[in-house]
């Protein structure tokens, strides 16, 4: 069944609740890491789209705070650069363009240097008596984690960062991935976050959670009744998640040498969907009631002693990554990891969470696949008939074909009694006419709006730092281990398929 044929009441065009939705607050958006890569690529595309959608309000201004010299035209053309290759909306309107730019500018300054954030400040004033914004700013840190203490304990020597109160402009701190090494380092910068700003002005991004799809998963639990029923150790037999990419470490390998895929990919996204996934119902959708069950979620994963870690984790490395640029040539860093982990909770005691994360694998993928017990008893007679019923499975897919698919059992049209799997299967750009807002215009309509739902809460942090430290302080501490290699293009390293053998299951092909 395709769910392509909703009546055009039915067809929700996004942009129109977009619209009704999200009109914002004035404010200034100041950004430090202004020329990097994550601003060009990510941030800036961002908020052309919103301005194309009208969804800010035209007391909206840019600041780029970096430490190159150029001038704010200079700047300008390096963002209309990157929005040219970034943007999903092409080709760029020009004219767009340069309404939006004119809000945009440029101070230099170090990170370190308190002369940047006097002239940060005036910049910013400047701004703020030009476009009348209210005396709201938002400060995006899209900085090496490493520049955030400095810059906090910066901005709020120069009297930058104001509590703000009900009636009063507000100041809020989006922080970038990865927050932190490991538990130490995360909690570290917890307190020192918290020595400056309350907690409710702090957005720590997982771009995942701002996913269109990530965000499905709630409304597939929580929005049908036939599923929710069935979500728990007596109907589920396990749950897979995979984030496959099918790309290698394109030009990052000084970053992600130093990091690998468990710091990278696991504490954070792969995390923060295994909690959706599995959380309790929370009592509205309010922030703090979401975010609380997320992290009962990861505070009830089994955390591995030492000599469970090599049993529950298969630590892989793609062929050819000691000889990318700047790589080190004997690096042990894994590109690849597959985990079987446990939540000691009451609804999913011994139900096995399966995540596989690698780069160079065959395809670009991330789904959650939910396998369901087999049915109780086989009636069809015959034994051949008996195996070919397979189990239930609900996928729900987060990129690159976004949707959900339910495989379920049917007969196969004939005299004989026989049983062949088929997919229901929704898919978003088959169903709705808009195409999906990417996860920063979403992150960064929330920060402007305060809804820190989709955001990280300290406690949150912590506990994914204290399932991954023994993890990561296991692998970093058997230097004498090498990863298990596998090929580029693979399905990942033939360990990770014993590791669900000895279960007794097998991993979903990736394609
Ligand atoms: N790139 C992505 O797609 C992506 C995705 C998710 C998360 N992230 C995270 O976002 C953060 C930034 O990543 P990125 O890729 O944008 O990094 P990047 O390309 O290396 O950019 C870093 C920026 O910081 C500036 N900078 C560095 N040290 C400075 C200092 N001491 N004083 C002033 N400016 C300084 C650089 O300024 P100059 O250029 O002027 O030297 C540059 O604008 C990282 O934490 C990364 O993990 C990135």
Redesign the pocket.
Known sequence: MRVTDLSPHQRIDASELFLQADRLEPCVLVI???????????LIPALYNMVREEALDERFAVIG????PQSDDQYRDLLLDGLGNYSRAQPIDEKLWQGFSQRISYVE?????PE?YAALRNGLEAVERLIGSDGNRLFY?????S?APIILHRLSEAGLLQAGGADSPWTRIIL???YGRDLESASDLNRIVAEVLQEDQVYRID?YLGKETVQNILVARLGNTIFEPLWNRKYIDHVQITAAESIGVEG?GR?YDRTGVVRDMVQSHLLQVLSLCAMEPPVSFAADDIRDKRVEVLRSLRQFTAEEVFKNVVFGQYRGYRDEENVDRESRTPTYAAIMCFIDNWRWQGVPFFLRVGKHLSQRLTEISVVFRPVPLCLFGRDDVCQDLEPNVLTIRIQPDAGMALKISSKRPGGEMEVASVEMDFSYSETYAHPIRDAYERLLLDAVKGDATLFARRDEVEFAWRFVTPILSSWEGAIKRQPVFYAEGSEGPVEAENLMHGQGRQWREIC
């Open positions: 430090f890491g202004a020329a990097g890569d994550l601003t060009r690529r990510k705070y970096s430490r190159s300054g170090n990170f370190e240097d940047g840190l899209a900085t090496p984690p520049a970038e991935k990865p771009h990052r970053f």
